[in-house]
């Protein structure tokens, strides 16, 4: 008898440090993952892919040649993972409270509300923040 482990599945895009690399960042995300996970657990993702490259762009420098790298897999297990590197910042990504009038500030808290974990990775090319549901 054999054991099958299924391995893991995985996507990486580079998109531009602008606006729109997280409409480039999102459309990917959904066509790649559209027939692999339930509908809710789609939009989550995307609404978190979203918020992680809208972060960079607004508040990290680019990685070399302009850009932010989005990554995600989906593991055996059926978590999935998704990961956004950019150059990094003076002051790392922290979750803010934002007033009913703040017309920003919100970001990492949806990206908390629609995981099951988030974190900050820093190495020599720059930072990474991740999420995982």
Known sequence: MSTTVAEPRAWCVVVPHHARGAHVARHRLADELDSLISADRLDDAI???AELVGNAVRHA????????????????????EIRVTDGGSSVGPQLRVAGPDSLDGRGLTIVAALSTGWGVERDGLGQCVWATL
């Open 47 to 49: 609404a978190i892919a």
């Open 61 to 80: 420098a680019p990685l070399p040649g302009d850009v932010i790298r989005v990554a995600w897999r989906l593991l055996p297990d059926d978590t999935l």
